[in-house]
């Protein structure tokens, strides 16, 4: 039996799955602010990055990908999780 998460969007697509791969943490930080980090290790890989809210009843942030950049806008000032994850 295979084990991992699968997402799909709105239109029944597979956007992530790491069932039939292995992804490792390459970065996280907890920040309330917008920002972004260049992370040279991501060149010519899939990733999969996150934003967690960590306070209660809370938007997290939007992350995104462009190139060796991640970077994330907060909604609130609100502290939040950031989670980079590069596939192997």
């Known amino acids: 039996m295979a084990y991992g998460l699968q997402c799909w969007d709105d239109n029944g697509d597979l956007v992530l799955d790491t069932a039939g791969r292995y992804t490792r943490l390459v970065y996280s930080t907890v920040t309330s ?3 972004s980090v260049d ?7 899939e990733t999969a990055q996150f934003g967690e809210a960590l ?3 809370s938007f997290g942030p ?3 990908r462009s190139g060796t950049t991640i970077s994330w806008e907060n909604r609130t000032e609100d502290e939040s999780l950031i989670l ?5």
């Open 55 to 57: 306070a209660e009843f």
């Open 33 to 35: 602010s917008d920002g």
């Open 39 to 45: 992370l040279p290790e991501i060149d010519g890989h």
């Open 62 to 64: 939007v992350v995104t």
């Open 84 to 88: 980079v994850f590069l596939y192997t």
